[in-house]
């Protein structure tokens, strides 16, 4: 009996068509990424050849983009709008979250229900109202038609929120107390803190959520000058239906960002999912 | 105790640490409550009252009491159409979701090397917009240069167009929106794969379980509940969704109406042809039938779980 | 019903500067109980899930009965394991917990029924059976786990300190339910605990393991009255037996004031030694060492006393603990003599290794 002999036990076996599995699944959930990649830097003849690499890249295809779209400008539309609203959202959904969690006051728990309730409510139902109510405030093709709404929070972010202040152990907060805090000191010097899985989580997704919004950016913007990237890019498939390689190199550039952010959040992300009970 | 006292010991509370951490309660909920009455329950209330009414904001409304319901579900040939689109697209799309990602989740929740690499390749479609996937995909599959048809021409099949013909609209439609929500499910599906203790596997592995056994009776009812979450979360976004037909198949539902949906219904309604009450009264009998939907799975996942709980005795 | 045996067998973690496992080899006769006992880390619990396949066994076999299983899937060993914390699968019920492994095997429905009710029967969970495990006390749960390996008759049972969850009372109580369970089914059985009481009251013998080395496999007896070393010397009995270093002078050591003869043989190989005694085997009153009282423990029936030798010159050396009657201890700090009942010493080297 020696390690040779080991060595070809069905493990191995196992161990290939394991890793041929994993190889198969990652190459579908890229290969339209890459497949968009290649495409980005091919002539306009050469998009029609089932090539993965072009013949000579064509780097000009991105430069075409700039000339074709106010990209930077798009692109910090794109930031302060998600940056403003993340920043709101954490802060007023983890102070809600909080109150809703810790602080008694009257009708606490009604209002907490009336809020799940409205968890329910489909974007449908809201959005005409939230239309018309833009429209009257005279927002409508501003900066202001984009932060003001998610500003103050959500319902949402501080269900989130409140969950997880509620797995917050009660001494944390007891001894904090003892030593003479008032709430928002308690809030913003020792729960804050500590709660950073949830507000990862709750930041990550309400960036992702504003940067990547189509329908509200259409009702409301009409000027590209503050417009954002997801706007923009539909904007120009619309007017340059056949110019693909530019298209792709649009896409492929307004990816990156955002896959920065995943490369580097990812695992807090993830994990903040699973502490926030996210998954039921 | 006099009602005097009852007063008097009423008016200390308030004062007292308790009374000071109700007041920083109501002002700590005040500006998040005032966002969600505004942008939720106002507009709730007054899509409503709208549904009532024939409006375009230009012209002042006109009350029509249930006319819009009426002809939503007896006059509008569209809405049967949408309705139906709906469902085929929201099954189309959540069976084959749970189906991959249970599977995915599967075979992501193992410790051999180079798992995180797989991990991070595999979610993230996550990270990627809806409307960028949309534009991407339309050039997958563009009939003459995408690159499925370019596949398929090499195993000698004639080129299928796609996105154009109302037969395959739909199917392509479904394909990426799979492509979409599988991550996402795969992330909540692991997760809770991850809080199944490792020493119920080497019982079962002691037990006699095989690799598929563990899974199926093991990982998979002990995971129930994220499942239901995945399945409830998957058919309300699948029910409402605008962004990926919108850009995938343009604004008018696709060819021949192949991909008219609800949301696409309510789009052209509301913001074409500035018919808001009428597109008010779909928007609210598409929560009607969300809501129905929600409590009939809350309901049926109750009774099976009392029904397998009988099943042994 | 097989016997269990290590030759050989070691489990090395590429973190770790020493094998978990080392080189154990370890016989156990078919039908036999014994039980590895040690403190944390020692490998006893490494070893027997290298019996079960949960371990991979770097070197070295495992043999059950006649069979090398050094390689065989954990579903091809027939063995059966309680684990620590049960491991009982949530959302099954008793009944369902029990039958699961024979349903895998593919066994009649009617047959399964029947071996459950059986189990359920011996263990005292026949009005459990459709409970889930959470909605029972932590002793039913451990029952159930028992049941469930009960159940399939495998040809060995493996135990992974299953009382250790249990309280104090509950504990004594399932110890004997365990060990004259397995005295009737007499199935062969490798029991893993921490506790010495537990090792020396349930064990026909017991296997000693520090650092992923076996010091000593003998009858309970024998480990209490020839420990091969200081380590099984100090680990076995309660409190534990005292253990002084002392140089050689004039083939005798020196407690204290009082001097104890060096057999010839052991004065003419070392110039220092460790003497052992039981606080049990040290009479107060008559000759020998003095000690100075500094703490008396009374427990009713017994009385120990805990305090240090002293020397002639009121210097106080090593501490030193005896057994009292429980009817009137000497107080806290008064001075006694305590006479060392022959043939209860034990001399051990600078080593640890037992002399004589």
Redesign the interface.
Known sequence: MGVAQRAFKPNVLR?VV?YA??TV??T??????L??MS?SLKTAGE????TLFPAHPQWSNYRDVFAVMPFWRMFFNSVLYAGCVSIGQVF??S??G???AR????G?DT?FV??LG?L??????????????M?VAGLTDTPWAMIV?G?????FG?YLMRQFFRTLPDELEEAA?LDGC???QI?WRILLPHAKPAVMVLAVLTW?NV??D??WPL?MIQRSSIATL?LG??RM?GEYTAR?PV??AA?IL??LP??L???VA?RAF?RG??VTG??? | MTPIDATATAVARRRG??G???????I??A??????A???????G??LY?SFHDWD?FSPAKFVGLANYRSLFAEDPLFSIALRNTVVYTVGTVLPTVLISLA?AG??N?K?KG?AI?R??????????????A??????F?T??G?LN??L??IGIDPIPWLVDPKYAMASLCIVSV?RSV?FAT???L??M??V?E??Y?????????EL?QFV??TV??I???V??VVVISI?HA??A??LV??LTGRNGGPETATYV??IM??QH??AFLE?GY??A???V??AI??VL?VVQLRLGRRRAAQE?RS?? | MASVTFEQATRRYSSADRPAVDRLDLSVGDGEFVVLVGPSGCGKTTSLRMI???ETVDSGRILIGTRDVTDA???DRD???V?Q?Y?L?????V??NM???LK??GIAKSEIRERVSDAAGLLDLEPYL?R?PKDLSGGQRQRVAMG?AIV?RPQVFLMDEPLSNLDAKLRVQTRNQIAGLQRRLGITTVYVTHDQVEAMTMGDRVAVLRDGVLQQCAVPRELYRSPVNMFVAEFIGSPAMNLVTLPVVDHSVALGDWSIPVPREITDTTAGLVIGIRPEHLDVGGTGVEMQIDMVEELGADAYLYGRIAGSDNTFGQPIVARAGGQDPPPRGSRVRLHPQPGHLHFFDLDGHRLL
Not at chain 1, 28 to 33: D, K, R, S, T, V
Not at chain 2, 135 to 140: E, G, L, N, P, T
């Open positions: 161990g394991l599995t994993l699944i990652a579908c959930a890229l290969f339209p990424i497949w968009a495409g998009v029609t050849m089932p007023f959904c102070l809600a909080y109150a809703f602080l008694r006051f009257r606490r209002l009336l809020y409205t329910m409510v489909p974007l449908t139902v809201t959005v005409i109202p939230q239309f018309i109510l429209r709404p500003l103050f929070g959500s319902a501080t107390i008032s709430p928002w809030y992702v940067w990547n189509f329908l009702l997801t890019l539909v498939q693909w298209l792709m896409s307004i990816l955002l896959l952010v995943y490369a990812q993830i999912i699973a996210l998954g039921g | 640490p308790s000071r951490r109700a007041r920083a309660g109501r700590f909920v500006p998040n409550l005032t966002a969600v505004v942008f939720m329950l106002f507009p709730l007054f899509s709208m904001m995915v075979v992501l193992r051999i798992i797989f991070t390749i595999i979610f993230l479609p996550l990270a990627v917009s809806s409307v960028v996937m534009v991407v995909w339309q050039f997958v563009n003459n240069n690159l370019i596949i021409g090499w492509w991550p992330v909540i599906l997760a809770a991850q809080g203790p020493n119920l080497e019982a079962a592995r002691l037990d006699g379980a095989g056994r009776s093991i009812p002990l129930r509940s994220a239901s979450f309300i029910f409402q605008f962004d919108y850009v609800l949301g309510l789009f509301a913001f808001f597109a008010s779909l928007a609210w598409m929560f969300l809501l929600t709980e042994w005795a | 079960a396949g949960l899937d954990p579903k063995v059966a394991m684990f914390n491991a699968y949530p959302h099954m019920s009944a369902q039958g699961f492994a895998i095997a459709d889930k469930r399939r």
